[in-house]
């Protein structure tokens, strides 16, 4: 049992530090497939999606092509829009937001495709903001609220701060997706942002995650929880197996 518990224990170790391993040469970024598109109370198409920095460099000036096609498979349309994550590290994932307006053509829209460009960047940034969030669907307007308190853990300002949300359906597909205002947070200053998302696209989600940059800083990650019960478990089992035979060694020296 003990033999086995340490098996587990380097086990969980490695896979966790495998997680945030990647190939120091190789940089990729890539659309997930879970992006849709909405239109919105104003008449504007919102296309919404995720990137996701699959390579093991800093990423920066993403930017997501959309070309808009009408039922006869014809390009009606082009447009571009930058992810909502100025910097993108390497396993992070970014939400983006991409607007076409003009009635006449956004009614003719039957189809996209996407494209995304990008650039490397040497730039590093320290984990040092701290997010906490809560979120709330108002009756009066029927808007989703995501209310993000983030706070500046470290020892040097945090210029150009910034929250930003992606919200999900039951499915997993992204529904919405808002950054907020910029703000500038001192040393151990909290900042607390609003960001809300209207019908028809409140009514949809089911989920949301919410993350925070700055020019210097990016949020804190979380310990993987499954990891987290995993190893708790095994430590508690070392415990008990150390217990119990602790407990046998002091009966025979008993006898």
Do not use: W
């Amino acid at each position: 049992m003990r033999f086995r518990c340490h098996t587990l224990f380097i086990l969980l170790l490695l896979s966790i530090v495998a997680g945030n391993i990647y190939s120091a040469n190789a940089s990729g970024v890539v659309i997930l497939d879970n992006h849709s598109s909405y239109i919105s109370l104003s008449g504007a198409l919102h296309v919404v999606g995720e990137v996701n920095n699959t390579g093991g460099t800093n990423i920066n000036d993403i930017v997501i092509i959309v070309t808009y096609y009408d039922a006869d498979d014809r390009a009606i349309a082009s447009g571009s829009s930058s992810v909502l994550q100025e910097i993108l590290l390497p396993g992070m994932k970014a939400p983006f937001d991409a607007v076409l307006t003009g009635s006449p053509v956004v009614q003719q829209v039957d189809r996209y495709e996407l494209e995304v460009s990008f650039s490397e960047t040497d730039k590093v940034l320290n984990r040092t903001l701290v997010v906490q969030s809560y979120s709330f669907l108002s009756n009066l307007t029927g808007s989703f609220h995501v209310v993000a308190e983030v706070k500046n853990n470290g020892t040097a300002i945090s210029n150009a701060t910034n929250a930003v949300t992606t919200c999900y359906d039951s499915s997993g597909t992204v529904v919405a997706a808002k950054q907020s205002q910029l703000m500038n947070l001192n040393p151990g200053q909290t900042a607390y942002f609003d960001m809300t998302i209207d019908q028809p696209q409140s009514k949809k989600i089911t989920n949301y995650k919410v993350s925070a940059i700055s020019s210097e800083a990016i949020i804190i990650p979380e310990f993987p929880s499954t990891l987290l019960i995993l190893l708790i478990g095994c430590l508690l089992a070392l415990t008990i197996s150390r217990m119990k035979k602790d407990s046998y060694h002091s009966i025979i020296r008993t006898r």
